[in-house]
């Protein structure tokens, strides 16, 4: 199994450029997750589903959206592309929720530069 | 809100070595609690959890115990490897927010040979 596999793995963006980071999951995993990792900021919560057609907002969406057509895949977009999204960022999947003590698997991550 | 917060980094020790990371928590309700590992290059991992009070942990010859009278929840391994050096990321859920893992800043852990 692949697990979570992210695309693309780099990138560099300028300033108010556009993007879409993709991410699929191939274990039937109702929930999905889009973090960011800043250096010595730990792992925020961007934007999260909890299953096909439903996503909410997590702690940091702002220039961020996300849809969830299918269970599969969680496709996160950048709009007008600011320095402040510099990061690296990790799509995860779980089968079940955290009230559950779900076990989240990650991808490999996406390391976002914007000039 | 809830919170983690662990001790800050980087750890670096020579093999063998006996490892401690501290983790505390603030949170409301009964929280479970993560550790998470981060190898270079890769994606963050389940290293072990625990979902209850006084529940140990353990994974791979680490250990962590849910001490909720100290909202505590450090880890520990008794003889480090080489192949240990990563990033280690303390979490919790199931406080006020069930959607939410709220992590750790990550502490680096590097062992030398």
């Known amino acids: 199994n692949a697990g979570v596999t992210q695309t693309p793995k780099f990138r560099i963006l300028k300033i108010g450029q556009s993007m879409t980071l993709q991410c699929t999951q191939d274990m039937n995993h109702n929930y999905m997750y889009w973090y960011r990792q800043d250096p010595g900021m730990g792992l925020k919560l961007i934007y999260y589903?909890?299953?096909?057609?439903?996503?909410d907002k997590g702690e940091v969406p702002n220039g961020y959206n996300v849809s969830r057509s299918t269970t599969e895949d969680f496709p996160l977009r950048l709009e007008l592309a600011a320095p402040s999204q510099t990061s690296v960022y990790f799509c995860?999947?779980?089968?079940?929720?955290?009230?559950?003590?779900?076990?989240?698997?990650f991808g490999e991550g996406s390391r976002l530069t914007v000039l | 809100g809830d919170s983690v917060t662990q001790m800050e980094g980087p750890v670096t020790l020579s093999e063998e070595a006996f490892l401690t990371i501290n983790c505390t928590y603030t949170a409301t309700g009964y929280p479970s609690l993560f550790w998470y590992v981060q190898y270079p290059g890769e994606g963050l991992q389940l290293l072990l959890k625990a979902t209850k009070a006084d529940d140990k942990g353990s994974n791979k010859g680490f250990e962590a115990t849910y001490r909720k009278e100290t909202t505590s929840f450090h880890l520990e391994k008794g003889s480090v490897q080489v192949s240990d050096s990563a990033v280690y990321f303390c979490?919790?859920?199931?406080?006020?927010?069930?959607?939410?893992?709220?992590f750790g800043a990550g502490t680096t852990v590097t062992v030398r040979a």
């Open positions: 979490a919790l859920t199931g406080g006020s927010n069930d959607y939410k893992l709220s």
């Open positions: 589903s909890v299953g096909a057609g439903i996503t």
């Open positions: 995860a999947s779980s089968y079940s929720s955290h009230r559950e003590a779900g076990e989240l698997f």
